[in-house]
């Protein structure tokens, strides 16, 4: 089983609200990633957990707060956010380990609207 | 600094034509992977092949193909005999063998390739 999955597929939410992104997998990696994509763009790298312990941030606005539960879910908490903040938001997993050569699996993303 | 550029950002072709994608990539690491990933309209990023700098050897799966050339600096994307399916987004991507084994991916501007029927 190849697959990361996330929800919701699509979110409205206004500057004021508060709201989260989830992300499972239940291949067994022990990295997980968050992503933001702009229409028309690369993803770009936000977050990258290892081992349920946060290694890259960005240098993200911290009015986005990722959380690892555990090796299999990966969230991010949305709060204040700005209508430029509307994107696509994919999530993704990896291995860790001795092979450094570790695709990357994508989950189908949510697509996130800010008024 | 790691570059990655797909120098089409669009492709037009006819169903049943032979498309090439490239992909040229600029790095000081001896070591780095490459990637390919195709992104179709729903969103996901599919995970399409890997390579890795010391194995230049060329790739053939069904329909595509990939040619690494490391003199070059290139890792170019075939599809032969194009569908409707194929249509998206196509993105090739660098990471660096050294530091962590989750390192970041470079990722080129994509290419939208549109198959006609």
């Known amino acids: 089983d190849t697959e990361v999955t996330q929800t919701p597929k699509h979110l409205v939410m206004g500057m004021t609200n508060k709201k989260s992104l989830k992300c499972e997998q239940h291949?067994?990696?022990?990295?997980m990633y968050w992503y933001k994509q702009k229409a028309k763009k690369p993803p770009e790298l936000m977050f990258v957990?290892?081992?349920?312990?946060?290694?890259i941030n960005e240098s993200v606005p911290s009015r986005f707060s990722p959380e690892c539960p555990n090796s299999s879910l990966l969230n991010l908490h949305l709060h204040a956010l700005q209508p430029e903040d509307s994107a696509l938001y994919l999530c993704?997993?990896?291995?860790?380990?001795?092979?450094?050569?570790?695709?990357?699996?994508f989950g189908p993303g949510t697509r996130l609207t800010v008024l | 600094a790691q570059k990655v550029t797909q120098a089409q950002t669009e492709i037009s072709v006819v169903e049943k034509e032979d498309v090439t994608l490239d992909c040229v990539y600029e790095?000081?690491?001896?070591?780095?992977?490459l990637f390919w990933y195709k992104q179709p309209p729903s969103g996901e990023l599919v995970f399409l092949i890997r390579?890795?700098?010391?194995?230049?050897q060329n790739e053939i799966s069904g329909r595509y193909s990939w040619n690494f050339q490391k003199s070059t600096s290139s890792f170019n994307f075939t599809i032969t005999a194009s569908q409707v399916v194929d249509s998206a987004v196509y993105f090739c991507?660098?990471?660096?063998?050294?530091?962590?084994?989750?390192?970041?991916?470079?990722f080129g501007q994509g290419t939208i390739l549109t198959v006609h029927p």
């Open positions: 993704a997993s990896s291995q860790v380990g001795t092979v450094s050569y570790n695709e990357q699996f």
């Open positions: 291949m067994g990696h022990r990295a």
């Open positions: 957990y290892s081992y349920e312990k946060l290694s």
């Open positions: 790095t000081r690491d001896t070591t780095y992977y």
């Open positions: 390579r890795n700098s010391f194995d230049e």
């Open positions: 991507a660098l990471r660096s063998a050294g530091g962590t084994s989750y390192g970041k991916l470079t």
